[in-house]
């Protein structure tokens, strides 16, 4: 059974609009994060979370919210869509400390027209 | 401005030869290393990781060799199988820095049978 789970596997939006990605994991793990993967850049790291409380930001943009509801979950908010923002989005997972293991998902793959 | 970078970009072995991944860094600040294998259509998955204080670690057909004084590290796939083709991350991180993964841009690896 996956551990990480990612919904949706692909998301096609138009430029302007909104949308929630959704990341749940079940290795019991208290810190998870946010990367990004596009064509252009490596994985790039936008979020972490520990206990559900923003640890760091590295996004510099307002667009993007990650969302907490339950301590095993963290969507990402998208808001304002850009072409630009086409890429593959990774939620990750660590037990907790600094420098554990990160486990990544499967990705969602995401395509603003 | 690229803190990890990676080489070469592609790489071609024979099945059963020895694979060469370079990468370096410039963050002196930088201790914990992992590298990344990916598959297409999958997230990263940590294949192995060093911390600055070893200038070795090895796990099976995999090593990596850390050359602290001049930020560098090469992972080795010695007897390299079809089945390790895929694209290799290295990446980094400092203690200090928060929990975020500074990934290279990979190396993709192909294994001719």
């Known amino acids: 059974d996956p551990k990480i789970i990612q919904k949706p596997k692909y998301l096609v939006a138009v430029t302007g609009s909104e949308k929630i990605l959704i990341c749940e994991q079940y290795?019991?793990?208290?810190?998870m994060y946010w990367y990004r993967q596009s064509a252009k850049k490596p994985l790039e790291f936008m979020f972490s979370?520990?206990?559900?409380?923003?640890?760091d930001n590295q996004t510099a943009s307002s667009r993007f919210q990650p969302q907490s509801s339950k301590k095993n979950h963290l969507d990402l908010q998208i808001t304002a869509l850009k072409p630009d923002d086409s890429a593959t989005y990774f939620c990750?997972?660590?037990?907790?400390?600094?420098?554990?293991?990160?486990?990544f998902g499967p990705g969602t793959r995401l395509l603003v027209l | 401005q690229q803190q990890v970078r990676q080489s070469p970009q592609s790489l071609t072995v024979w099945e059963g030869e020895t694979a060469i991944l370079n990468c370096s860094y410039e963050?002196?600040?930088?201790?914990?290393f992992p590298w990344y294998q990916q598959f297409p259509g999958e997230g990263p998955a940590l294949l192995i990781s060093?911390?600055?204080?070893?200038d070795k670690k090895e796990d099976g057909r995999f090593t990596i060799f850390f050359n602290k004084r001049e930020k560098k590290l090469s992972l080795h796939i010695t007897d390299s199988q079809p089945g390790d083709s895929a694209t290799y991350f290295c990446?980094?991180?400092?203690?200090?820095?928060?929990?975020?993964?500074?990934f290279g841009t990979g190396t993709t690896v192909s294994v001719s049978p």
């Open positions: 060093i911390r600055s204080v070893s």
């Open positions: 990446a980094a991180s400092a203690y200090q820095g928060g929990r975020a993964l500074i």
């Open positions: 290795l019991g793990h208290n810190a």
């Open positions: 963050d002196s600040t930088f201790n914990y």
């Open positions: 990750a997972s660590s037990q907790q400390g600094y420098q554990d293991t990160q486990y």
């Open positions: 979370y520990s206990y559900q409380k923003l640890m």
